[in-house]
């Protein structure tokens, strides 16, 4: 990349940022020094997860409302259709707009047990499409979907992905956010196929930094998304060196953001897994300044 191609897409650059609802005190506490540390960056919204099974619909509501009292920030609340029916979704759609929520990530959400795959819940939104119908019918929000440059691990077919997604897009969605991936390419050759297929709505990449690749190959496979063999061979050796994990985590995730950039990609999100530094290192890399600098960890050190 030449300096001057970096310098002219610094303007228009913007992020989002993903968290999950904390499970514990030590946790609401990271992730609220998280959020402080990356509200400056002035991310366009932030999302909250939702656990599998609603399990974490109280945790997301708390933190989605504590989003909307004690920050400038746009929170999206995701939403899954697993183990409810179509009424107590809908409620909970009700809710959010009530309380000032402008702004929904609609997802099918996974089998509580993996192994007997998933089933819609008798009464209930099937899919995401579904959902995203509902949602609309209630108010005028904000929709972000899925997607999957790899491809859902349900999908019989690329053409079934994409067909999927289309059924999202007419049923209202406004956005779709990517899983994770880690070869800018397979995010350009999903870009030329959904554009290819009509389907015309913003496709976000999401950005996953990636501190342990132990960790993530574990989960990464029933997610849709492979983990190359040049990012293990990168990790070799650095088991009991966090730091200098961190340091090329930033690094693969910066570079591969910067191909993006070249390639014309100009928003990201980022699942921070409610950790700041090494988003807020890559947000840097990418032009985006905040005007009170440092990390959480830095302002703690
Ligand atoms: P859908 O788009 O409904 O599709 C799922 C699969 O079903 C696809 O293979 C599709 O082809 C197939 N399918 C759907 N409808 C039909 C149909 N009518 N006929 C035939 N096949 C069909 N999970 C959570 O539990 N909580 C979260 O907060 C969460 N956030 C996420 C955020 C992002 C950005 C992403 C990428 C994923 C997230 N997930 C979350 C994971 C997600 O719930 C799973 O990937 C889930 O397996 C699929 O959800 P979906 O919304 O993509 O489903």
Known sequence: LSPSLFADRLADTDVSFEFFPPKS??????????????????????????????????????????????????????????????????????????SGVRHIVA??????????GYQPTPGGYANAAELVAGIRA???????????????????????????????????ATRAITQFFF?????????????SYGIDVEITPGILPVTNVKQLKRFADGCGA???????????????????????????????????????????HFYTLNRDELTYAICHMLGIRSSTHGTSQEKAG
């Open 226 to 268: 492979s983990v190359p063999r040049w990012m293990a061979d990168l990790f070799e050796g650095l088991d009991d060196l966090p730091q200098t994990r961190a340091l090329v985590a930033a690094t693969v995730a910066a570079e591969m953001c910067r191909r993006l950039q070249a390639g014309g990609v100009n928003s990201f």
């Open 107 to 116: 997802l099918r959400g996974d089998a509580p047990d993996p192994s007997k």
């Open 183 to 195: 070869e800018a390419d397979q995010y350009f050759r999903y870009l030329d196929h959904v554009r």
């Open 25 to 98: 005190e030590a946790m609401e506490t990271r992730l609220w020094a998280a959020i402080k540390t990356l509200e400056p960056l002035a991310p366009r919204f932030v999302s909250v997860t939702y656990g599998a099974g609603g399990s974490t619909r109280e945790r997301t509501h708390n933190t989605v409302r504590r989003l909307i009292r004690e920050t400038t920030l746009a929170p999206a609340a995701h939403l899954t259709c697993v183990d409810a029916s179509r009424e107590e979704i809908d409620a909970i759609v009700r809710d959010y707009r009530d």
């Open 138 to 172: 209630i108010g005028d929000f904000e929709i972000s979907v899925a997607a999957y440059p790899e491809c859902h691990p349900e999908s019989a077919s690329l053409v079934a992905d994409l067909d999927n997604l289309k059924r999202k897009v007419d049923a209202g």
